[in-house]
T-cell receptor, first 114, second 112 residues
């Protein structure tokens, strides 16, 4: 009964390929997020969706496109992968989008672009 | 100045020791503060929220100093299982939903 689950856990692919990472939460939360953790371990927000609506879109290349078919799912599609995209991508959700809502993270997808 | 800054460590302490981490934030309007814990190759998990009056959860005590714009985490009687990276997290009021800003983390290793 995993709360926030993302697949795949590991993803190894070549430059130029297109790949997707899926995320689902069964907590009934309204807000979902994608975070990127680089090799220096900084966690940075990429996108945030509230009830299927995009509310945060940080300075992320437009090769990255989030898709939220419903409020329990937020998938991340990446086109034309580059070496610099190698990182760990975490999906997360929170009860509300406000300031006091802690995040519940998925277990991460380790993306390696060769 | 970084939005959230932590001493990356590593802190190496023996079991039973008391260890404290500090974290400074640059946005004086920040209203919500958290400590998260991240084990090696795992996802971050909420350790505790930080309240204005300070709060304690077992061996863990969190403090907030608004005047100096820093928060702290104190761990008493360290256990081997406390070894992890501790992430200071700030959510500035007025920003978009859940735009939490993470520090780079402080690495703690507790040895026998």
């Amino acid at each position: 009964d995993t709360a926030v689950s993302q697949t795949p856990k590991y993803l190894v692919t070549q430059m130029g390929n297109d790949k997707s990472i899926k995320c689902e939460q069964n907590l009934g939360h309204d807000t979902m997020y994608w975070y990127k953790q680089d090799s220096k371990k900084f966690l940075k927000i990429m996108f945030s969706y509230n009830n299927k609506e995009l509310i945060i879109n940080e300075t992320v290349p437009n090769r990255f496109s989030p898709k939220s078919p419903d409020k329990a799912h937020l998938n991340l599609h990446i086109n034309s992968l580059e070496l610099g995209d190698s990182a760990v991508y975490f999906c997360a959700s929170s009860q509300e989008g406000g300031a006091d809502s802690p995040l519940h993270f998925g277990n991460g997808t380790r993306l390696t672009v060769t | 100045r970084k939005e959230v800054e932590q001493d990356p460590g590593p802190f190496n302490v023996p079991e039973g020791a008391t260890v404290a981490f500090n974290c400074t934030y640059s946005n004086s309007a920040s209203q919500s503060f958290f400590w998260y814990r991240q084990d090696c190759r795992k996802e971050p998990k909420l350790l505790m929220s930080v309240y204005s009056s300070g709060n304690e959860d077992g061996r863990f005590t969190a403090q907030l100093n608004r005047a100096s714009q820093y928060i702290s985490l104190l761990i008493r009687d360290s256990k081997l299982s406390d070894s992890a990276t501790y992430l200071c997290v700030v959510n500035p009021r007025g920003t978009s939903y859940g735009k939490l800003t993470f520090g780079q983390g402080t690495i703690l290793t507790v040895h026998p």
